[in-house]
């Protein structure tokens, strides 16, 4: 007689489980067994009840072919402390381990331990009615708690256990197929289908489940997609069982249609519990947060309303893991079942879930006879409202279309709790049904180690290998899902393999393919690419340079206003293409990035983007350098750029340094070196960033053009390199005369002054002075003057000193420049001996370099408190 049919014994019985995480449980509560190797040995006693396990193969399983020194001394100390456990929690001595060379064996009631369980239920099922037969084999896989022997090392394995499942699992589908249960069924069938495409059985049933519906043609086009597959990937052909069932489908066979023996008690409605959530994920890590927040809102008090959470992310984020697993952590909070539903919002092969159609699978899931359920889709769903209106039912929706596609499968009652995933953030659902929405990013470092560990096996890959797989994979999920899979099949040389396709660009996405499976990355986002209302806009980002875009540019790519530019941004935010990390500020995953890079355009397309997009970078950095001081140097149009101080302009050469790096590479030669030139006016007020001036000379010598060539000389002169200065500065004022230039011979003549001093540097300053009067800007001229101040005041000729310091200040109208004229004014009358007008200069000096220039303003705080 089984343990349990009669009842259990006066004292505690102690039973084991390895469907899942390996446990030992006595009277409900779980037993502390210890780390991994103790759990492991467990595992194996488990594996071989009664049995002799070798020691040999204990250390095999525990350390593979690199066991330590003192393996077997380890594997005493785990034996020794496993028997210590047993005697605490089963004092009558039925359960001990006994050693017996060459190993050990554990003694034990084989009813005691889950996977007995299930084989016994599994095969007593068979003789059963088919109403007892299904309620026994739903009994049977609720023994699974997850994937099995879930936290021990990988290398002790037992593929049979699969087996096992599966093998109850179309036996309980067989027995609902007999008790009439077709439609209730076509769901999981599809989804269990898609999860493991090459199981016959449950093709068959699948087929036989749509055919019995009314569905013939989707039932003939499920045999076909699973024939092409196992022709493309394992080169074979439907065995005999499922080619004769296709063959009576094709030939329209009533015999396929006979009734199902009648259900010992008629269904009624409200009794049946579903149960229909996916299996537990496998390989799942981390997520800690999102699981609190989760628990949150189960815990919420929602009043009268129905709780609802939207999961949202990119494809392949892990969103349906982790509602299913969090769903499977919590199913006792829903004793009265858990529905479930694939909406195929974003299916490679068929449209979207009609909600009607998923109303009319959950009425039968819920005992409505299919005669009674009722026709339209208003009146089914006032019916669902009805029945689950006081049930404590958990309700998965998985990858919605829309708000539109659930509003009309959400129940009516505040003890049901909804759960929806999709690909695009369904705020309507928070407007119209006060739904919590929660966004899934990458995975962090560590768990996405893990996620890989998990799967290959902890310490079987070397760690620098590691760390470089994750990193490339940018914490996606699948896409380490993948890459541990392939790393699994294979030995550990695959890993520089890996490496070497993951780092290259241009075959990064095809590495991120299941083999012999349509499982990949680029497949999610094509899926979602394929649903945008505006397509173009992802295409024309994919030949963006820069890790960030804004609203301007994306105008400009577009050739659109910037509202337009903008609501187009932000509908790919809304769905996961890319991410708004402040306002106007969107930036793309690497994984979504070089998939919109295979999509851009080309040709005469791109060229025109392209030439679009320098344009408006050439008037972006026009219209911020500006703010920085006089600009010698003139640009084209500022039309559109409308930065409203100091602090904007420089954020946004802060943002886009990168992107005009990057721009310099792609734009025509007289385009790039004008971006480095105008970048160069911001490398003056925020030295820390390297200079452009180089490159953009390179560009300009290399294309032959003389003015690009002369104002980079200009600009490199400004960095200092003292060396370099006299020629390029002579270069400058060479080529001003053969362009009739004055800009650029007034600028000459400065940058010569640099190395001059006394008499020759006032001569070279004054010609300066001279080419500024006849360019006609007064302003050009305030470095000219403040330098003259300065001369003057070494001199000692206080008053032309005091005359040119304060028509520099005069003429000054940025901030950077009046804050350098005042604190040379500050200098000249310090000179001479007005301190105290010295210092309110100053102050003013540090108020304005405080906005442009932390360094400038610290030494003019120690030059002020100096005094």
Same mark, same amino acid.
């Given at each position: 007689m089984r343990t349990g049919e009669t009842g259990e014994d006066d004292h505690a019985v102690i039973r084991f489980g390895v469907l899942g995480p390996v446990q030992a449980v006595v009277n409900g509560e779980p037993v502390a067994l210890g780390g991994p190797g103790v759990r492991g040995l467990l595992?194996?006693?488990?594996?071989?009840?009664?049995?002799?396990?070798p020691v040999e193969?204990?250390?095999? *399983?525990?350390?593979?072919?690199?066991?330590?020194?003192?393996?077997r001394t380890i594997v005493q100390n785990y034996v020794s402390r496993l028997r210590r456990q047993l005697r605490l929690v089963d004092p009558t001595g039925s359960v001990w381990i006994d050693t017996q060379l060459p190993g050990y064996q554990l003694i034990v009631d084989e009813d005691l331990i889950d996977v007995s369980q299930a084989t016994w239920l599994l095969n007593r099922a068979r003789h059963e009615h088919p109403v007892r037969r299904a309620e026994m084999l739903r009994e049977a896989l609720s023994l699974w708690r997850g994937p099995v022997l879930a936290d021990v090392s990988p290398r002790i394995s037992a593929p049979e256990l699969e087996d096992l499942r599966f093998a109850v699992l179309e036996a309980r589908i067989e027995a609902d197929l007999e008790l009439g249960r077709h439609a209730e069924l076509i769901g999981e069938l599809a989804t269990f289908a898609e999860a493991y495409p090459f199981r016959e059985q449950m093709i068959a049933h699948l087929m036989l489940a749509l055919y019995r519906t009314g569905r013939r043609a989707?039932?003939?086009?499920?045999?076909?997609?699973?024939?092409?597959?196992?022709?493309?990937d394992l080169g074979i052909d439907p065995g005999p069982a499922l080619r004769e069932l296709h063959e009576r489908v094709l030939n329209d066979d009533s015999t396929l249609l006979l009734p199902a023996p009648a259900p010992l008690v008629p269904p009624k409605v409200g009794v049946v519990v579903p149960a229909q959530l996916p299996p537990a994920p496998v390989g799942f890590q981390g997520r800690d947060e999102e699981l609190v927040w989760l628990d949150q809102l189960l815990a919420e008090d929602h009043g009268e309303a129905t709780p609802i959470g939207v999961i949202s992310g990119p494809a392949g984020i892990g969103k349906t893991a982790l509602a299913a697993l969090w769903g499977r952590m919590v199913d006792h909070e829903f004793p009265d079942g858990q529905l479930f539903a694939g909406l195929r919002g974003f299916h490679p092969e068929h449209p979207p879930l009609d909600p009607g159609e998923v109303l009319g699978q959950f009425l039968l899931t819920l005992g409505v006879p299919a005669n009674e359920v009722p026709t339209d889709t208003d009146d089914r769903a006032a019916l669902y409202r009805s029945l689950l209106a006081h049930r404590r039912v958990l309700v998965m929706l998985d990858d919605a279309r829309d708000s539109a596609q659930v509003r009309l499968l959400l129940p009516g009652g505040s003890r049901a709790l909804v759960l929806i995933t999709s690909r695009v953030r369904l705020e309507g659902m928070v407007a119209r049904s006060g739904a919590w929405l929660l966004d899934l990013g990458p995975l962090p470092v560590a768990d996405s180690v893990r996620v890989i560990d998990s799967i290959v096996g902890a310490?079987?890959?070397?760690?620098?290998?590691?760390?470089?797989?994750?990193?490339?994979?940018?914490?996606?999920?699948?896409?380490?899902?993948?890459? *541990?899979?392939?790393?699994?099949?294979?030995?550990?040389?695959? @890993?520089?393999?890996?490496?070497?396709?993951?780092?290259d660009e241009r075959t990064r996405l095809a590495a991120l393919a299941a083999e012999h499976s349509d499982t990949s990355v680029r497949a999610g986002f094509e899926l979602t690419y394929r649903r945008l209302a505006e397509p173009d806009a992802f295409r024309l980002l994919g030949m963006f340079p820069g890790p960030s875009i804004g609203p301007g540019a994306m105008a400009a790519l577009q050739s659109l206003d910037v509202a337009a530019a903008r609501r187009n941004l932000r509908a790919l935010a809304d769905a996961f293409l890319v991410t708004e990390t402040s306002q106007d500020v969107f930036v793309m995953h690497d994984l979504i990035r070089l998939h919109a890079k295979e999509l851009a355009p080309v040709g005469d397309e791109r060229a025109a983007a392209l030439d679009r997009l320098v344009s408006y970078y050439l008037g972006a950095a026009d219209a911020a350098r500006r703010f920085f001081g006089p600009m010698a140097y003139p640009a084209g149009k500022t039309d559109n750029h409308d930065f409203g101080d100091v602090g904007q302009a420089l954020a946004w050469f802060e943002r886009e340094w990168p992107t005009l790096l990057a721009l310099l590479d792609l734009a025509a030669p007289g385009d790039a070196w004008r971006l480095a030139r105008m970048a160069h006016d911001f490398w003056t007020a925020r030295p820390t960033r390297p200079s452009l001036v180089h490159k953009g000379l390179s560009i300009a010598v290399s294309a032959g053009d003389l003015e690009g060539e002369a104002w980079l000389?200009?600009?490199?002169? @400004?960095? *200092?390199?003292?060396?370099?200065?006299?020629?390029?500065?002579?270069?400058?004022?060479?080529?001003?005369?053969?362009?009739?230039?004055?800009?650029?011979?007034?600028v000459g003549h400065e940058a010569l002054a640099t190395v001059h001093s006394g008499e020759e540097?006032?001569?070279?300053?004054?010609?300066?002075?001279?080419?500024?009067?006849?360019?006609?800007?007064?302003e050009l001229s305030v470095p000219t003057h403040a330098r003259l101040a300065l001369l003057h005041v070494e001199m000692g000729d206080d008053a032309?000193?005091?005359?040119?310091?304060?028509?520099?200040?005069?003429?000054?109208?940025?901030?950077?420049?009046?804050?350098?004229?005042?604190?040379?004014?500050?200098?000249?009358?310090?000179?001479?001996?007005?301190v105290s007008a010295a210092q309110q200069q100053w102050r003013r000096s540090l108020e304005l370099y405080a906005q442009v220039n932390e360094h400038r303003a610290e030494q003019m705080r120690d030059l002020i408190d100096g005094v």
């Amino acid at each position: 007689m089984r343990t349990g049919e009669t009842g259990e014994d006066d004292h505690a019985v102690i039973r084991f489980g390895v469907l899942g995480p390996v446990q030992a449980v006595v009277n409900g509560e779980p037993v502390a067994l210890g780390g991994p190797g103790v759990r492991g040995l467990l595992a194996m006693l488990l594996l071989r009840p009664n049995e002799v396990v070798p020691v040999e193969d204990i250390l095999d *399983g525990l350390w593979g072919d690199d066991p330590p020194l003192t393996a077997r001394t380890i594997v005493q100390n785990y034996v020794s402390r496993l028997r210590r456990q047993l005697r605490l929690v089963d004092p009558t001595g039925s359960v001990w381990i006994d050693t017996q060379l060459p190993g050990y064996q554990l003694i034990v009631d084989e009813d005691l331990i889950d996977v007995s369980q299930a084989t016994w239920l599994l095969n007593r099922a068979r003789h059963e009615h088919p109403v007892r037969r299904a309620e026994m084999l739903r009994e049977a896989l609720s023994l699974w708690r997850g994937p099995v022997l879930a936290d021990v090392s990988p290398r002790i394995s037992a593929p049979e256990l699969e087996d096992l499942r599966f093998a109850v699992l179309e036996a309980r589908i067989e027995a609902d197929l007999e008790l009439g249960r077709h439609a209730e069924l076509i769901g999981e069938l599809a989804t269990f289908a898609e999860a493991y495409p090459f199981r016959e059985q449950m093709i068959a049933h699948l087929m036989l489940a749509l055919y019995r519906t009314g569905r013939r043609a989707d039932a003939l086009e499920a045999y076909q997609r699973f024939a092409r597959r196992a022709a493309e990937d394992l080169g074979i052909d439907p065995g005999p069982a499922l080619r004769e069932l296709h063959e009576r489908v094709l030939n329209d066979d009533s015999t396929l249609l006979l009734p199902a023996p009648a259900p010992l008690v008629p269904p009624k409605v409200g009794v049946v519990v579903p149960a229909q959530l996916p299996p537990a994920p496998v390989g799942f890590q981390g997520r800690d947060e999102e699981l609190v927040w989760l628990d949150q809102l189960l815990a919420e008090d929602h009043g009268e309303a129905t709780p609802i959470g939207v999961i949202s992310g990119p494809a392949g984020i892990g969103k349906t893991a982790l509602a299913a697993l969090w769903g499977r952590m919590v199913d006792h909070e829903f004793p009265d079942g858990q529905l479930f539903a694939g909406l195929r919002g974003f299916h490679p092969e068929h449209p979207p879930l009609d909600p009607g159609e998923v109303l009319g699978q959950f009425l039968l899931t819920l005992g409505v006879p299919a005669n009674e359920v009722p026709t339209d889709t208003d009146d089914r769903a006032a019916l669902y409202r009805s029945l689950l209106a006081h049930r404590r039912v958990l309700v998965m929706l998985d990858d919605a279309r829309d708000s539109a596609q659930v509003r009309l499968l959400l129940p009516g009652g505040s003890r049901a709790l909804v759960l929806i995933t999709s690909r695009v953030r369904l705020e309507g659902m928070v407007a119209r049904s006060g739904a919590w929405l929660l966004d899934l990013g990458p995975l962090p470092v560590a768990d996405s180690v893990r996620v890989i560990d998990s799967i290959v096996g902890a310490g079987r890959i070397e760690q620098a290998r590691l760390d470089q797989l994750v990193e490339l994979c940018g914490g996606w999920p699948q896409a380490l899902r993948i890459v *541990g899979a392939r790393l699994a099949a294979r030995q550990e040389w695959i @890993a520089d393999e890996l490496i070497a396709e993951l780092g290259d660009e241009r075959t990064r996405l095809a590495a991120l393919a299941a083999e012999h499976s349509d499982t990949s990355v680029r497949a999610g986002f094509e899926l979602t690419y394929r649903r945008l209302a505006e397509p173009d806009a992802f295409r024309l980002l994919g030949m963006f340079p820069g890790p960030s875009i804004g609203p301007g540019a994306m105008a400009a790519l577009q050739s659109l206003d910037v509202a337009a530019a903008r609501r187009n941004l932000r509908a790919l935010a809304d769905a996961f293409l890319v991410t708004e990390t402040s306002q106007d500020v969107f930036v793309m995953h690497d994984l979504i990035r070089l998939h919109a890079k295979e999509l851009a355009p080309v040709g005469d397309e791109r060229a025109a983007a392209l030439d679009r997009l320098v344009s408006y970078y050439l008037g972006a950095a026009d219209a911020a350098r500006r703010f920085f001081g006089p600009m010698a140097y003139p640009a084209g149009k500022t039309d559109n750029h409308d930065f409203g101080d100091v602090g904007q302009a420089l954020a946004w050469f802060e943002r886009e340094w990168p992107t005009l790096l990057a721009l310099l590479d792609l734009a025509a030669p007289g385009d790039a070196w004008r971006l480095a030139r105008m970048a160069h006016d911001f490398w003056t007020a925020r030295p820390t960033r390297p200079s452009l001036v180089h490159k953009g000379l390179s560009i300009a010598v290399s294309a032959g053009d003389l003015e690009g060539e002369a104002w980079l000389r200009h600009a490199r002169c @400004a960095l *200092g390199y003292s060396a370099e200065t006299v020629s390029d500065a002579m270069r400058v004022i060479e080529i001003a005369g053969r362009l009739g230039d004055s800009r650029l011979a007034a600028v000459g003549h400065e940058a010569l002054a640099t190395v001059h001093s006394g008499e020759e540097a006032l001569a070279e300053l004054a010609k300066a002075l001279e080419h500024y009067r006849e360019v006609g800007e007064p302003e050009l001229s305030v470095p000219t003057h403040a330098r003259l101040a300065l001369l003057h005041v070494e001199m000692g000729d206080d008053a032309a000193a005091e005359r040119h310091a304060r028509t520099a200040v005069e003429h000054s109208d940025a901030v950077f420049t009046e804050a350098f004229s005042r604190e040379v004014l500050g200098r000249v009358l310090s000179a001479q001996g007005a301190v105290s007008a010295a210092q309110q200069q100053w102050r003013r000096s540090l108020e304005l370099y405080a906005q442009v220039n932390e360094h400038r303003a610290e030494q003019m705080r120690d030059l002020i408190d100096g005094v």
